[in-house]
C-alpha cells in the first residue's frame, strides 16, 4: 500500500491554469476509475473536489476538473484564485479493495 | 445537512487502547459505508479503514491491520474505531468520512479528533 506520487509543491499566479499530478500504480490508478482528489486549508477537513477520475459533487466549481491517463491522474484548476490555495490530495481505491492517498501537494497563488 | 462528529481523542500512553466514535446526522447512515482517515500533525493523509453499510465488509490498511477495529451500530447512527496496543507514530488526528458512488470514496469528513500517543 504505497502512497500514490504527487509534487510537493505547485504555484500560478491569479487566473492562470495549474495542473496536479498524482501517480499510482497498475494496482490501483492505473487499473480503476476511481480516483478522487480532496481540498484541505489548514486546520479544516479535507473537501471533496473531484470523483471517480471526472466528477464533481454538487457546489464544486467547474473551474476544477480531474482526468486520467495510464497510471497518473491530474487535477487542473482554471481560473486561479487566492481561495485556492490549500494543500490538495489524490486518492485512489486499489485491487485489495482499501484506499490509497497521494503525499499531498501544496498551491501556492502567487 | 450531514453532520459527523468524532469524539473519544485523548492523549494515551503506548501500548494502550483508545475508542474512537463518530456520530453521524442528516443522512441515512446505514446506507453508507463509513471511513477512518487520519493526519499525523503537519503531514499528509493515511487511509486508516472502511466497513461496509452493513458492517459485513471490512478492510484495513497494512500499518493498523490486527491492532485497530472499524465498527459500526446502525441503531445509533454511530460509527467506530477501537485502537489497540497504540504506538507514538498512530499520533493522528482521526477523520470519519462516509463512502459514497461506486468505490465507497470518502465523501464528507467531520472536522476529526486528536489522538496522542505519548510516554
Known amino acids: 500500500q504505497s502512497a500514490l506520487t504527487q509534487p510537493a509543491s505547485v504555484s500560478g499566479s491569479p487566473g492562470q491554469s495549474i495542473t496536479i499530478s498524482c501517480t499510482g500504480t497498475?494496482?490501483?490508478?492505473?487499473?480503476?476509475?476511481?480516483v478522487s482528489w480532496y481540498q484541505q486549508h489548514p486546520g479544516k477537513a479535507p473537501k471533496l473536489m473531484i470523483y471517480?477520475?471526472?466528477n464533481r459533487p454538487s457546489g464544486i466549481s467547474d473551474r476544477f476538473s480531474g482526468s486520467k491517463s495510464g497510471n497518473t491522474a491530474y487535477l487542473t484548476i482554471s481560473g486561479l484564485q487566492a481561495e485556492d490555495e490549500a494543500h490538495y490530495y489524490c486518492?485512489?481505491?486499489?485491487?485489495?479493495?482499501?484506499?490509497?492517498f497521494g503525499g499531498g501537494t501544496k498551491v501556492t497563488v502567487l | 445537512q450531514v453532520q459527523l462528529v468524532e469524539s473519544g481523542g485523548g492523549v494515551v500512553q503506548p501500548g494502550r487502547s483508545l475508542r474512537l466514535s463518530c456520530a453521524a446526522s442528516?443522512?441515512?447512515?446505514?446506507?453508507?459505508?463509513m471511513h477512518w482517515v487520519r493526519q499525523p500533525p503537519g503531514k499528509g493523509l493515511e487511509w486508516v479503514a472502511i466497513i461496509s453499510y452493513d458492517g459485513k465488509n471490512i478492510y484495513y490498511a497494512d500499518s493498523v491491520k490486527g491492532r485497530f477495529t472499524i465498527s459500526r451500530d446502525n441503531s445509533k447512527n454511530t460509527l467506530y474505531l477501537q485502537l489497540n496496543s497504540l504506538r507514538t507514530e498512530d499520533t493522528a488526528i482521526y477523520y470519519c468520512a462516509n463512502g459514497i458512488a461506486a468505490a465507497a470514496t470518502p465523501g464528507y469528513w467531520g472536522q476529526g479528533t486528536l489522538v496522542t500517543v505519548s510516554a
Open positions: 486518492s485512489s481505491f486499489t485491487t485489495s479493495r482499501t484506499h490509497v
Open positions: 497498475s494496482s490501483d490508478v492505473g487499473t480503476y476509475n476511481f
Open positions: 471517480e477520475v471526472t
Open positions: 442528516g443522512l441515512m447512515f446505514s446506507d453508507f459505508g
